[in-house]
């Protein structure tokens, strides 16, 4: 079987078709009166917003923009340049103060990220001091637990940031009994890159059939502007990390090696199909594997 980009290559009216039809479905079969999604200036709520709007009309699609002291000085602006032409409501909640009253920036000193570009630079560099270090990368620890200090503090500091827009989001939704829309992809669902309980938590997951190179031939075909569209996917938790940067690969290669395990392809051949090394491959199957637990219910006793 090829890996070749083609391989990826998806008809976007007919999925469109598809996706729409399951956010207008799912609204009824939940008895819902419309959509709320947490849009973040990113490509994938981009996408979401413009699915739900396609499906139930702007007037039954709320929006919430939840923007914190990392944040990027970009992220509400390109949420707004998508959001406003559609002409949905939108309502900002700042999280800063509510983050700073639970004591969440006490975990990392306030000196550290007091500039956004001197931050995001030191951030880099602590994830490569980790792995040279350790000799392991950080995206694969984080799946596990751990007995590092830092790293036990700074899993606490992003992570809490998405469950807090998640319980927003739910709190806005139960109040005008709206539909939690997410916006989670394939491949941050296969490799652990999303935060449990956080950007994990809605009721319907659209994008979730779909990588993220998938995505973002449904951003062109909705014509989500190309300022969003050609950005660095980036979590926006910890200033300077991009999606690629944090997980080591770039998505063209890391869809067409998820793939390629899908279909139950070796390692040996996935790697020549997509010219990586096998321990490339071997890292992207060990991700699958440690982030597992992230994808199903809690464990029960028998």
Do not use: C, W
């Not at 009216?13 to 609204?27: A, D, G, P």
């Not at 200090?149 to 606490?156: F, M, P, S």
């Not at 938790?237 to 997980?247: H, N, Q, R, S, V």
């Not at 990586?276 to 594997?289: A, D, F, G, H, I």
């Amino acid at each position: 079987m090829a890996l070749t980009p083609e391989h990826l290559r998806i008809d976007p009216e007919r999925v469109s078709q598809k996706l729409e039809n399951f956010i207008k479905t799912s609204v009824g079969d939940f008895n819902r009166q419309g959509a709320i999604v947490g849009l973040s200036g990113g490509l994938d709520s981009s996408v979401v917003l413009a699915l739900s709007v396609a499906a139930l009309g702007s007037s039954k699609v709320l929006v919430l923009i939840m923007p914190e002291r990392d944040s990027s000085q970009d992220s509400e602006s390109d949420a707004r340049l998508q959001a406003e032409p559609l002409g949905v409501r939108v309502e900002k909640i700042e999280l800063t103060p509510i983050l700073d009253e639970m004591g969440i920036y006490k975990h990392i000193p306030k000196a550290i990220f007091a500039r956004k570009k001197i931050a995001g630079a030191m951030a880099k560099e602590g994830y490569k001091l980790y792995t040279r270090v350790t000799g392991k990368r950080i995206l694969l620890s984080g799946l596990d637990g751990t007995n590092i200090g830092i790293l036990k503090r700074a899993n606490a500091y992003y992570r809490i940031k998405h469950r807090l827009r998640m319980v927003l989001l739910y709190s806005y939704a139960e109040r005008e009994n709206l539909l939690v829309v997410g916006t989670a992809n394939k491949t941050e669902f296969l490799t652990g890159f999303f935060v449990k309980y956080g950007d994990s938590a809605a009721d319907i997951m659209p994008l979730s059939p779909l990588y993220k190179t998938q995505v973002r031939q449904l951003a062109e075909f909705y014509h989500i502007p190309e300022r969003i569209i050609n950005k660095a996917p980036s979590p926006d938790l910890i200033p300077g990390i991009t999606d690629e940067f944090a997980i080591g690969i770039p998505y063209e290669k890391l869809d067409l090696i998820l793939s390629g395990l899908d279909t139950k392809m070796t390692i040996k051949e996935i790697a020549a199909k997509t010219d990586v090394k096998q321990e490339t491959v071997e890292y992207v199957k060990e991700l699958v594997r440690r982030s597992k637990h992230m994808r199903t219910p809690p464990l029960v006793p028998d």
